[in-house]
């Protein structure tokens, strides 16, 4: 049983995408949903803010995973 746990899986983003955890804080960033925002604070969940959605329903400050494949925006 203990080996089963220590050779668990190692996960990592998509090629071209990075974990909300990964960013510093401030960051742009967006989503393949097509979600756009900046990364508040990043503990156990992050704090978001959403300032662009594909459907415009939910803007704002949002608690999100900060395991979340994101594309970190760099260029405004």
Do not use: Q, W
Not at 21 to 28: F, R, V
């Amino acid at each position: 049983m203990k080996k089963a746990l220590k050779d668990k899986p190692k996960h990592t983003p998509a090629k071209g995408y990075k974990y909300l955890k990964d960013l510093k804080l401030g960051s742009l960033f967006s989503t393949c949903s097509g979600m756009r925002g900046v990364l508040i604070s990043c503990e156990r969940n992050a704090v978001v803010i959403i300032t662009e959605t594909y459907n415009n329903g939910e803007l704002g400050k949002m608690y999100i995973s900060s395991h979340t494949e994101v594309k970190e925006i760099t260029e405004v």
